[in-house]
């Protein structure tokens, strides 16, 4: 039985592709930085581990608890919109703790462990904004596009030791926690020049009704990248996903 650990398991990518492996026999490992075992089904294939990414020690005794994996997904991440020159650095540095060097981290804390069985996969969510810039989400972009370049170089000094790298780059995902979570983190105060972008982002996000990507998008990405070893490095995740992709490969 393979074991797949899986980080931001709480609601949203992470919970869905918990329920996915699980339906299909795998042992799960669904790592949340507040622990919640109501939301997942009862099961003796699933282990839930407190873990915050961007706590060295947390890391450490979550692993210590999770025992050997074989897929990691990095899934946990955080939003954050608003003009960039009125975003506090420290709210900055907060986005790229979880969404890169928590990443980054997860995956350096795994690789001892695939390189010694010479077999393994990490699985990076990144998102399709790293295809098509928006405005108000520099912070964010910014921080997935650092994954992308992170997994690419990665995925290259991985492959002699049979270490499989993914990046899955899910679309506009309303029924997720993201847009409450980059609200959480909009810009307070800024200057009134941006009211007028501010207010056509946010109506825009409310008002739009074209093709959306699901939770169970990400979760069957995920589930045919690890069975399929000639899946495309960069995965596209629901239907404006697969768009957006599309376009910007020219096609």
Known sequence: MKTILITGCSSGFGLETAKYFLARDWKVIAAMRTPRADVLPKSPQLTIVQLDVTDADSIR???????????LVNNAGVGMLGPFESTAMESVREVFETNTFG?????QALLPQFRAR?????????????????PLLPVYTASKAAIV?????????LDQFNIRVGVVLPGMAPETAFASNAHARVAQAFPEDY???????????????????????????IWQ?????TTAF??????????????????
Do not use: C
């Open 149 to 157: 370049a992170f997994s690419a170089s990665l995925a290259l000094e």
């Open 225 to 229: 990248a690890v069975q399929d070893d």
């Open 118 to 134: 010479r077999s393994g996969m990490v699985i990076n969510v990144a998102s399709t904004v790293t295809l098509k810039a928006l």
């Open 103 to 107: 990443t980054m981290a997860m995956t």
């Open 195 to 221: 009211a007028g972008i501010m207010n056509t982002v946010l109506s825009g996000f409310q008002d739009y009704q074209g093709p959306v990507t699901h939770a169970t998008d990400v979760a069957e990405v």
């Open 61 to 71: 005794q979550a692993l210590d608890q999770a025992g050997p994996v074989d897929v």
């Open 234 to 251: 960069r995965i596209p995740a629901g239907a404006d996903a697969v768009q957006w992709f599309d376009q910007s490969n020219g096609r």
